[in-house]
């Protein structure tokens, strides 16, 4: 698993760790079961505090994406599709309200907005 951390990134580093494995899971680059590096081994590797990678896989067994298991390890869960769904929407919605204020400041129009999704869904199928 490679995880890069931007230290000029505005996003702090927890949850840029806690980012990059959510979407490793979500992808199925990392498989449900899969053993995660250990707590302390992903700080060694990333040069960050134990405390950062504890935040950060905390809040992943909090959302449900692993399981921590005292003593053995931290292990990827499978992810219930119906909650899998609702957090998905949920971040399609938190994009295109970002993607509603900068068309405001450009004063481009819905159907303008309709076009480029259109060609970027068109760019998928080729």
């Not at 990059?20 to 995660?36: M, P, T, Y």
């Not at 994009?95 to 900068?102: D, P, T, V």
């Not at 907005?113 to 060609?119: K, R």
């Amino acid at each position: 698993m490679k995880i890069i951390i931007q230290n000029s990134s505005d996003e702090p580093i927890y949850q840029q760790i806690y980012s990059q494995i959510r979407e490793a899971i979500l992808s199925g680059n990392i498989n449900e079961g899969e053993l995660l590096p250990s707590i302390r081994q992903l700080s060694r590797e990333l040069k960050v505090s134990v405390i950062t990678t504890t935040r950060a896989y905390t809040d992943l067994e909090n959302e449900g994406y692993i399981m921590i298991v005292q003593g053995k390890g931290c292990y990827v869960q499978k992810i219930n599709q119906n909650v899998l769904e609702e957090k998905l929407i949920q971040n399609i919605e938190e994009h295109f309200l970002e993607i509603k204020k900068c068309a405001k400041i450009l004063k481009k129009s819905k159907e303008e907005l309709f076009g480029i999704l259109s060609i970027l869904y068109e760019e998928d199928e080729q």
